[in-house]
T-cell receptor, first 114, second 109 residues
Framework: ETGVTQTPRHLVMGMTNKKSLKCEQH?????MYWYKQSAKKPLELMFV???????ENNSVPSRFSPECPNSSHLFLHLHTLQPEDSALYLC?????????????FGEGSWLTVV | DAKTTQPNSMESNEEEPVHLPCNHS???????IHWYRQLPSQGPEYVIH???SNVNNRMASLAIAEDRKSSTLILHRATLRDAAVYYC??????????FGQGTILTVHP
């Protein structure tokens, strides 16, 4: 138990569906992240939020839309995805938003786009 | 791009020590070295980090070279549960932790 909870753990969606991934952290952290991990590839940072404000968008396609209503919750809204978007999506949090802070990851949401 | 270089894979026997190397020859004076590991079907988890001095915690030890161009993560007695991908990452005050391919550690019974 890392203090970062992701739901759902597994999701199968069609290319025309709209779905959302949810992340909640119970650590009192101020920064939250979405990472993508595809098969045989390193983790890719997608988005960073600091104090609810998006501070980094790593050239992510607009079919991925993040939302951070408060410092404890982070969503990733998905629409018109492609099969190549199938991957493990990891949420994480840290006390601050710089590279010196320890990052705590959730267990991930396995997404399959059919 | 805060690069580190690690071997693709390493093997160890259970109950034996494991030394996982990492090169970071372009490291700057204020960059920390972080180690994370990712067990199968889980998100990465923090292992240890350090700046200049060797560091110990309940999971591992981190030995940092005097010139800071390399470091070694030491698992003192490997167990089957230590089989994972181990990531060595440079942490900068201005950037985000960037994960590379890591080292796949296999532990044999």
């Amino acid at each position: 138990e890392t203090g970062v909870t992701q739901t759902p753990r597994h999701l199968v969606m069609g290319m025309t569906n709209k779905k959302s991934l949810k992340c909640e952290q119970h650590l009192g952290h101020n920064a939250m992240y979405w990472y993508k991990q595809s098969a045989k590839k390193p983790l890719e940072l997608m988005f960073v939020y600091n104090f609810k404000e998006q501070t980094e968008n790593n050239s992510v396609p607009s079919r991925f839309s993040p939302e951070c209503p408060n410092s404890s919750h982070l969503f990733l809204h998905l629409h018109t995805l492609q099969p190549e978007d199938s991957a493990l999506y990891l949420c994480a949090s840290s006390q601050g938003g710089n590279g010196l802070d320890t990052i705590y990851f959730g267990e991930g949401s396995w997404l399959t786009v059919v | 791009d805060a690069k580190t270089t690690q071997p693709n894979s390493m093997e160890s026997n259970e109950e034996e020590p494991v030394h996982l190397p990492c090169n970071h020859s372009t490291i700057s004076g204020t960059d920390y070295i972080h180690w994370y590991r990712q067990l199968p079907s889980q998100g990465p988890e923090y292992v240890i980090h350090g700046l200049t001095s060797n560091v110990n915690n309940r999971m591992a030890s981190l030995a940092i070279a005097e010139d800071r161009k390399s470091s070694t993560l030491i698992l003192h007695r490997a167990t089957l549960r230590d089989a994972a991908v181990y990531y060595c990452i440079r942490g900068t005050s201005y950037g985000k932790l960037t994960f590379g391919q890591g080292t796949i550690l296999t532990v044999h019974p």
